[in-house]
């Protein structure tokens, strides 16, 4: 009989707008070792190819070699399961359909598996995280762009085209503000980063109104949070119509899917009671009836990055091994 060799790890990578992060990951989920370089300084998607590759080869050359790698897992924006592409990402530097799952097989020579980021995130959830037991779940990342996957009897579900779970473009404002994906009143336009600002600017212009947002020169919700929590009523209430507006549209997801909870991840769901009580307030008055006051509201227990590279692991070991340099 020959002897079957069994390789015990794989390399979950995570790619956001604006880093991307590599990590060898053990059979039982422990973070081996990790890197990342800036996403935005690679617009030319064959360069970022050749530097995730020479990353990846060279973290695992310096801890236990190539050959204990068994598959890669790509989390990233606007990524196909099913065909292993990027198709069109709005905040990615790279336009069009891009083969990044093949381009990076063909580079490093493992087998890759390529996924959108919020299907992965729900992995992480799922296996490492507050979804772990749980079969019938949403997973909604709020960040730079909006995003989602549930979980139906254990299992994520993609659609026929790899797209389900696509909450950010959906329309919430008839003839609204107008979206990167090209369509007018998207959530992600009010309910992610970019939409949070620009409410916040809004509200400033139409009023006189003192606030501690005034005074800083470039806004972000994290700055926008720290006014609400000292007090200023113009922040809170930058984050209460956010919330009404997030929870109007996960009463509508809800009333489709039946979830038991939704889990929120991403850097806007630290805002927590700023955001979410308004939100479930609002998703409270709209849902079905029949699963009023049952579904969970809750925020991810894993740190961000952590979880992004874990949930890609998992995806890696979904994959059949195969390598051109074995």
């Not at 992995?123 to 995280?129: A, M």
Request: proline fraction near 3%.
């Amino acid at each position: 009989m020959d002897n079957v060799v069994i390789k015990k790890r794989v390399v979950g990578v995570d790619v956001s707008v604006e880093r991307t992060t590599y990590a060898i990951v053990d059979i039982r989920g422990n973070i081996i070792a990790h890197d990342s370089f800036n996403t935005l300084d690679f617009p030319d998607v064959n360069i970022f190819i050749e530097q995730l590759s020479e990353g990846i080869i060279g973290l695992a050359e310096n801890n236990g070699g190539y050959e204990t790698i068994r598959s890669v897992g790509i989390s990233v924006p606007s990524g196909n399961q099913l065909t292993g592409c990027v198709e069109n990402a709005p905040n990615l530097p790279w336009k069009g359909v891009v083969p990044l799952a093949a381009m990076l097989r063909d580079r490093s020579g493992l087998a890759v598996a390529l996924a959108n980021d919020a299907h992965v995130i729900a992995l992480g959830e799922n296996v490492f995280g507050s979804a772990h037991g749980m079969e019938d779940f949403i997973v909604v990342s709020l960040g730079h762009g909006i995003g989602s996957c549930f979980f139906s009897r254990g299992y994520d579900y993609l659609g026929e085209f790899g797209f389900s779970g696509e909450i950010g473009h959906t329309c919430v404002v008839d003839h609204g503000r107008h979206c990167e994906c090209g369509l007018d009143g998207c959530m992600e336009t009010y309910c992610a980063a970019k939409g949070i600002i620009r409410t916040a600017k809004e509200m400033m212009a139409e009023s006189d109104e003192p606030s501690l947002m005034r005074s800083y020169e470039r806004l972000t919700p994290k700055i926008i949070c720290q006014c609400c929590d000292k007090g200023d009523k113009m922040a809170i209430e930058v984050f209460r119509r956010t919330g009404k507006m997030l929870g109007l549209a996960l009463a509508n997801y809800a009333s489709v899917i039946d979830p038991e909870a939704f889990i929120f991840t991403g850097g806007i769901s630290k805002a927590g009671h700023w955001l979410l009580e308004p939100a479930e307030e609002e998703f409270e008055k709209h849902v079905y009836y029949n699963i009023r006051g049952k579904v969970k509201f809750l925020v991810s227990m894993l740190d961000d990055r952590e979880r992004d590279v874990l949930g890609a692991s998992v995806l890696a070991w979904e994959i059949k091994e195969y390598s051109l340099f074995k």
